[in-house]
């Protein structure tokens, strides 16, 4: 009977090692993809990301220069409407001159106002947000300095709209 069974448990033993891949001489990898052929990049420039902004290391003169919102604030459209610090909190969608990026409003106060800050936007002015504040029924946005970038009026709840420093509209919504 001991015999039997040590029999059966090395019958067992032999059919579980030959089952284990690792023991096998041959190793059965599959081979890596080849890497995908690709092109080399010409020579060129390329197109500035925001067509309307002058060209790197260029002036602007006195008519494409930026407007002084704070000397020359936009008009308060008829139908605009009354809002408070809490309606203006959160993460807003912000969008100017062919541009889409990110906007967060908080209620931490800070110079100028409440602190502000953007993601993904690549104009200089609006990546330039720092801070907002509520001046009647306009929401002006202003950068580290203070200088007010943008200024919107509120047109319905969930979106507020205006012109930028450059004179560029700007929309903020959710």
Same mark, same amino acid.
């Given at each position: 009977?001991?015999?039997?069974?040590?029999? *059966? #448990?090395?019958?067992?033993? @032999?059919? @579980?090692?030959?089952?284990? %891949?690792?023991?096998?001489?041959?190793?059965?990898?599959?081979? /890596?993809?080849?890497?995908?052929?690709?092109?080399?990049?010409?020579?060129?420039?390329?197109? /500035?990301?925001?067509?309307? @902004?002058?060209?790197?290391?260029?002036? +602007?003169?006195?008519?494409?220069?930026?407007?002084?919102?704070? *000397? =020359? /604030?936009?008009?308060?459209?008829?139908?605009?409407?009354?809002?408070?610090? &809490?309606?203006?909190?959160?993460?807003?969608?912000? !969008?100017?001159?062919?541009? &889409?990026?990110? *906007?967060?409003?908080?209620?931490?106060?800070?110079?100028?106002?409440?602190?502000? =800050?953007?993601?993904?936007?690549? !104009?200089?002015?609006?990546?330039?947000?720092?801070?907002?504040?509520?001046?009647?029924? %306009? $929401?002006?946005?202003?950068?580290? &300095?203070?200088? $007010? $970038?943008? +200024?919107?009026? @509120?047109?319905?709840? +969930? +979106?507020?709209?205006?012109?930028? !420093?450059?004179?560029?509209? $700007?929309? #903020?919504?959710?």
């Amino acid at each position: 009977m001991k015999k039997t069974v040590s029999i *059966a #448990l090395m019958l067992g033993l @032999a059919v @579980a090692v030959s089952g284990c %891949q690792r023991f096998s001489g041959s190793r059965d990898y599959v081979a /890596p993809l080849p890497a995908t052929p690709t092109t080399p990049v010409g020579q060129g420039s390329l197109q /500035p990301l925001d067509p309307m @902004a002058p060209a790197p290391g260029t002036v +602007q003169d006195a008519q494409t220069a930026g407007t002084d919102l704070a *000397a =020359n /604030p936009v008009a308060e459209p008829s139908g605009a409407m009354e809002i408070g610090r &809490s309606d203006m909190a959160g993460g807003w969608k912000l !969008s100017s001159g062919g541009e &889409s990026c990110m *906007a967060f409003m908080a209620l931490t106060t800070w110079s100028g106002g409440y602190r502000a =800050n953007t993601r993904g936007c690549t !104009s200089p002015a609006l990546s330039s947000i720092a801070a907002w504040n509520l001046s009647g029924k %306009q $929401v002006e946005l202003k950068d580290s &300095s203070g200088a $007010v $970038v943008a +200024q919107l009026y @509120a047109t319905s709840a +969930q +979106q507020f709209s205006g012109k930028t !420093s450059t004179g560029a509209p $700007v929309s #903020l919504f959710r």
